[in-house]
């Protein structure tokens, strides 16, 4: 918003996203705490918990203007698929003979991240958008391996936030990518 990129609005997404994640760590450590006092046993009280800490600690997810869901019920963050809301999942890839996790291809910067079959995603241009494909070659020609974690077709896409985040999926090519993504960004960047 600083530097003009983004609208007003998008620092309003701050509060419900951090809230959330405090909320969620919040009430972990309040069961861990009384599971203590209780004198519970500990092996016991981590099992579980151990779900209960990846949702609240590192597998939390946004609802935000700045993020944009195609449906209400989605899968459960556990289930390492790239939902909206979410931290991208890592997954191996191989570019070249070297390995690199999905990670690696969403940068601090906006990110697309395009399926095997989606070259027509290469095309899109919007200020700030890195866009990159996740081809045949680095999921060893396995388009189910690309639609499996992004719950996608194997021509569809991710739209990652500079902060890790998946901000939007498209499950398909559109027709027009370079419109559909340039929507998508000025909804997310708070313009509308």
Do not use: K
Not at 122 to 151: K, N
């Amino acid at each position: 918003m600083l530097h003009g990129q983004a609208g007003e609005t998008l620092l309003d997404s701050y509060e419900p996203e951090r809230r959330a994640a405090a909320e969620a760590s919040l009430a972990l450590s309040r069961r861990l705490l009384r599971g203590y006092q209780a004198h519970q046993d500990t092996n016991q009280l981590y099992v579980r918990a151990a779900a209960d800490y990846l949702r609240g600690m590192i597998f939390y997810r946004y609802d935000s203007r700045a993020v944009l869901t195609e449906d209400a019920a989605a899968a459960d963050i556990l289930d390492n698929q790239a939902i909206p809301g979410c931290r991208l999942p890592h997954r191996w890839l191989t570019d070249s003979g070297r390995q690199l996790s999905t990670l690696d291809l969403a940068g601090a910067q906006w990110t697309l991240l395009a399926g095997p079959h989606g070259t027509g995603w290469l095309t899109a241009s919007t200020d700030g958008l890195r866009v990159r494909q996740i081809t045949a070659a680095m999921i060893d020609s396995d388009p189910a391996a690309f639609t499996e974690i992004a719950g996608t077709e194997p021509d569809g896409a991710l739209l990652i936030r500079p902060d890790g985040f998946v901000a939007w999926r498209s499950r398909s090519l559109p027709t027009d990518p370079n419109d559909t993504i340039r929507s998508a960004m000025h909804t997310l960047l708070g313009h509308s």
